[in-house]
């Protein structure tokens, strides 16, 4: 009976055994089935929505002309504040300028003297060429008269220069606008010192009516941004309304810093509602750009200090982290302009510590938005 017992005893030691060992294998292989992330997927796709392109841009007046003063002086009085409207010619603000006034009154006196010797030096001049006739006096006497003439009549030339030139500067004295427009800066009162050597700004003329703006256009888009085409642009200041340009001129450069061509537009701002400095949010109709363009989610990207990337689980269900290069931002999704095609396996809402080469298990493929 007690060779039954201890057989039973080794029997249950060997099954206790031979169970623990199971369930521990079926732990290890449980343990590691848990370890291997699930993951959604889903494929890049192509939009079927109207083609756009939204970008920033600023608006400046057609012309703009600082006005700065030639000549030294105080102010002595101004006639348009900034808003003022005004035509070609009109005078902003008139210089006292003591100086050279005085240098003006002398100029016109040196005027006076030279023609006074010079009227002295022709009759002079007339009364030996009389004198030679007679003998009188010799020829070398006459020519050096008839020489001084000619001196005198450079002095008369040279003092009407210099009062010319002083004139110029009087005129100086009041400033004038270049165009028509509207006084969009004063930057002096009424006896201030004008220095014309500092070369202090004093008011600024402005052409409001038409408008340029500006648009950097991406590397990518700056082909199809073409002479004529026509985009939309809102500001701010008029939320609920929409303001119509032209393209009118681009750089044909893309810029080694920014990456951008400039566009140029003109905007009929007839209404005088927009003005320049602004800044616009400006759409461009791209016809069938966009159906050219991949998208993914917003959900998908992974921001990584050398860049952006998604996860694409391969043909092994292992993880390559793929570069991208980011276009338009819509919101809920984003624009693909190379990294992936549209039979990529993206990973939707990748986890931060996902890495290159993990093992992953693919849940069901996932419809992508707006697809």
């Not at 020829?139 to 110029?168: C, Y």
């Not at 537009?265 to 363009?293: H, M, T």
Request: charged residues 25%.
């Amino acid at each position: 009976m007690a060779w039954v017992v201890g057989v039973l005893a080794v029997c249950l030691a060997v099954w206790g055994i031979f169970s623990r060992d199971r369930d521990a294998r079926e732990l290890h292989v449980w343990t590691e089935a848990q370890a291997i992330p699930s993951v959604k997927v889903l494929h890049p796709y192509r939009s079927d929505k109207t083609a756009s392109l939204i970008l920033p841009g600023n608006i400046q007046a057609y012309y703009q002309a600082p006005i700065f003063a030639r000549v030294n002086g105080y102010l002595k009085f101004w006639y348009h504040d900034i808003g003022d409207r005004v035509k070609a010619g009109d005078i902003l603000a008139v210089i006292d300028t003591p100086d050279l006034d005085q240098q003006y009154e002398q100029a016109k006196s040196k005027v006076l003297k030279a023609k006074a010797d010079q009227a002295l030096a022709q009759i002079t001049a007339d009364r030996w060429q009389k004198l030679v006739l007679t003998d009188a006096v010799s020829k070398q006497e006459r020519d050096q008269k008839v020489a001084n003439l000619e001196v005198q009549k450079a002095e008369v030339k040279g003092a009407e220069a210099d009062l010319g030139n002083i004139q110029a500067f009087e005129d100086f004295k009041k400033l004038r606008a270049p165009f028509d427009g509207v006084v969009t800066a004063r930057k002096t009162d009424i006896g201030a010192l004008i220095d014309a050597g500092k070369g202090e700004e004093l008011f600024t003329v402005s052409q409001i009516n038409p408008l340029r703006l500006y648009v950097p256009v991406p590397q990518f888009y700056a082909p199809m941004i073409k002479l004529g085409i026509d985009a939309t642009l809102e500001v701010p200041e008029y939320p609920n309304s929409v303001f119509n340009g032209t393209v009118i001129q681009t750089s044909k450069n893309i810029s080694q810093k920014t990456g951008t061509m400039l566009a140029e537009l003109i905007l009929d701002n007839s209404e005088q509602r927009l003005s320049p400095g602004d800044y616009a949010k400006v759409k461009f109709s791209l016809a069938g750009k966009e159906n050219n363009s991949l998208r993914v989610p917003s959900s998908a990207l992974i921001l990584r200090t050398d860049g952006i990337r998604v996860a694409v689980v391969n043909k092994d269900d292992r993880i390559q982290l793929k570069k991208i290069n980011v276009g338009r931002d819509f919101g809920r999704d984003v624009e693909v302009l190379t990294g992936v095609t549209t039979s990529d396996d993206v990973v939707d809402s990748p986890p931060d510590y996902i890495f290159e080469g993990e093992k992953v298990t693919v849940m069901p493929a996932k419809v992508a938005p707006g697809k």
